[in-house]
Each structure stands twice: as C-alpha cells, then as structure tokens.
C-alpha cells in the first residue's frame, strides 16, 4: 500500500516539475514515468490518460499552493500586512527555483492557462475554477483590508483581486522571459498602487 | 517572385493564427503547410526548420503590432490619452476575435513566452528583446505624461512601464482562460491606478 501511494505521489510530482519547465504538450507519459520512476503499466494503473493525470497534478499543485496562501492569509496581522507575505512568498519561491535548479520556471497553472487554451477543457475548467478561488482569497483580504480603513471601500472588490493577480502572473511570465526573479522586487510597490494604499 | 512571396506570407499567416491558438509544441510542420495550403518541399525553401518559421512569424507578428502600437502612441494628443488608446485598441483585438473565430487566442507573445521558457533559446532571446522594446515604448509616453503633469514623475519608470505590461499580459491570461473579453473592461481603469493618474 506505502509502495503503491508512493508511486501515484512519485508521477504526480514528476507531472508537476517537468510540465512547469517544459509545458504540456512537449511532455509524453513515457517521459514522465522514466522521470518518476514507474513503470507505464503502473502509470494506467493510477490515471486514465495523460490528460487524467494533468488534471490530478494541478490538483495537486494547488493543493499544495493553498496551504501556502492559507498560511500566509490568514493570522492577527492587518490584512495588508497579510497580502504582503502572500505575495512576498509567492517571489521567494521563484527565488528559490532559480536558485536550486538554475530556472525561473513560474506559475504551473499560469503556463498552462496560456498553453492549453480550448484544448484539454477538463483542465481548462479546474484552471478557471482555481484563478477564481484565488480572486476570492484576494477579494477577502481586500474586503478586510477595507474594513481596517487601509484601502478605499470601493476597491475592495473582485475586478481589483483580479488585477492583483494579473499583475503577478504578467510579473512572473517577465521573471520566466528574463530567467530573473529580480522582475519580482516590484511586486509588492506596485500592488500597493493597484489597491491605492499605502506601506502597511 | 509574386507566387513565392505568397507561399512564405502564407506559411507565416498560419503559423501565427494556429500557434495563438494552440501553442508551439503540439503543432507540426505538416500541419501548417496543409493550413497555408503549401507543399512540405516548399517549406524547406523558406524555412530552414519549425524553430525559424516561429522565430520569423514572431517577428512578422511583432512587426504588425508595432504599426498598431505607434499608431495609437503617435500624435497631438496628451499621453495618457494615447496610452488609454493603446490599451483599448489591444482589448478591442480580442474581443473582435471573439466575435469572428469564437475564442479569445490571448497574445502569441505571451502564449510563447510561458510555453517555451528555456526550449528554443533564439526564440526566448527574440521574445525577451520584444517586450523590452514594449517597455521602452510605454516608458517613453509614461515620462510625456510626467512632463504634461499627469503622472507623478517617479512613475515615469521602467518599472512601471513594465506593470503595466505585465497587468495587461494577466489579464489578456484571465481573458483567455474564460473565453472572455469583458475581462478587459477593467484594464484602462486599473492601469490609470498603476499609473497614479486620474482619468484625462
């Protein structure tokens, strides 16, 4: 049973890697398994199809990135404070990338997004529903950020989460483009303007 | 010398149209010929290889848009109204999209700058020289705005110019995933609080 989750896990976590770096439709399931170490009868044994398999690593990709946002959201700070470390946390990571294996490979859901368009609609569909999970977390702290008179009331809405995250996707294509997580240090100024607020 | 030129529009044409559409990596050279309606024998005639058919139909794609760019740029007007006429003219481009193929495709640009990452490196360095002239260009008309007194002047950066991109790239991203163009409705107003500016 240990050995069995442990290839699931191994597949979806090589899924992950290699489609963040190198997208979705250069990748082949034969690939994948070489890199997870499974055999290809094993993979069938797991996910129906490659397409199968994209989905449950975005699955699990988000599902690791919201205990992320979870973490950095939430707490007794000011809600400012917490958008911050949301969104400094989210440079760190490509920082990290960079600095570990030499690539800035940004956002998988972001690669995608752009990649798959009205291919694949199954993961266009989880893609969709993820970005507006993500608008609602933002739209939350906004709201909050609002009730503590730190931005005005009428930017606390979901049209302005949104520009948030566009503005860092747009932000970390630069950082992927450029292969420099430098792009990232005016993250966080610039979301300021965005919300017309000031340094927390 | 006519018959020819045709042939290697052609090839351009449709290898711009189905890689907005469907990315790099799932597209073949047979396909695009069967598009362009042009023998594989003819290709090799053109194009030395699938990279350097994408290398020049990204120029090719540039090429017009920077007609489009400095249309919009260039002119008595004041700068933030030029740069509000960029703007809309690129929301305005999908949303005819919409309306005529029944997607929104996004930006060949960005479509290429998140699948390649570091596949293709003279691709990436071509991309990367791209959107640096894009921020050359929006800085340019952000510094007149600085000097009509329209902008704070230490808005009048590349920095900015580069939000501004990157918040337009996010949301032609967010446009695309939900097959939507009234994402872009918000584009000009939040750009204007990128900017620190007031509507001209």
């Known amino acids: 049973m240990g050995r069995t989750s442990t290839a699931r896990e191994r597949l979806l976590d090589a899924t992950g890697e290699l489609m963040q770096h190198r997208g979705y439709s250069s ?17 069938y044994h ?27 959201l939430d707490g007794p700070d000011p809600a400012l404070v917490r958008l911050r470390r ?5 440079a760190q990571v490509q920082r990290h990338r960079k600095e570990t294996c030499g690539t800035v490979d940004g956002c998988l859901l972001g690669n995608l997004t752009l990649e798959l368009s009205t291919q694949e609609p199954d993961v266009r569909a989880r893609l969709e529903e993820i970005f ?13 950020a609002a009730d503590e008179g730190d931005i005005p009331r009428e930017h606390a809405e979901q049209s302005v989460a949104r520009a948030v995250i566009a503005h860092l996707e ?11 997580p430098a792009v990232l240090d005016t993250l966080w100024p610039h979301t300021l303007l965005l919300v017309s607020a000031e340094e927390p």
């Open 27 to 43: 990748l082949g399931v034969a690939e994948i398994c070489a890199a997870a170490e499974v055999k290809k009868g094993s993979f």
């Open 46 to 72: 797991f996910f129906t199809s490659k397409q199968d398999l994209t989905l449950q690593a975005v699955n699990a990709y988000w599902e690791g990135q919201r205990g992320a946002w979870t973490l950095a």
């Open 86 to 90: 949301l969104l400094e946390g989210m």
């Open 132 to 144: 507006d999970e993500q608008t609602a977390l933002i739209g939350d702290v906004l709201s909050q």
């Open 170 to 180: 747009g932000l970390v294509l630069f950082a992927k483009l450029k292969n420099d």
